[in-house]
């Protein structure tokens, strides 16, 4: 799966570059939990596999944010994402833009 960060702070901290981040750079284990979970996001190679990972309760938003999905990080925190499909002559291949690192009832 191919992974495309729509903003610049979800790249770099799944680099591990949190000096200028100060909320994620005090807090470690959520840096962690972020990259544990991307990487879990990239070995996939079907949409349809999110649901088998029950760990990350993948699921498809409603409401203002319809259209986009997430996968939790932790009780606290998720990754909302698009999914988009590009197709090309041999492979069809499914890309996840991060959208947002967010609390999530806030």
Known sequence: ME???QKTYL???YQGNTNSYKEYKSNKQLVSQ?????NK???ITQIEQLYQIKSIRYEKLTGN???LS????????RIIFKE????????????LEIEE?????E
């Open 70 to 77: 997430s996968v939790a990080v932790n009780m606290q925190y």
């Open 84 to 95: 988009v499909a590009s197709t090309s002559n041999e492979l069809i291949i499914d890309i």
């Open 65 to 67: 944010l319809k259209g």
């Open 101 to 105: 690192l967010s609390k999530h009832y």
């Open 3 to 5: 992974i495309k960060f």
């Open 41 to 43: 996001l990239k070995v």
């Open 11 to 13: 790249e770099d901290i």
């Open 34 to 38: 972020y990259v544990k979970t991307i």
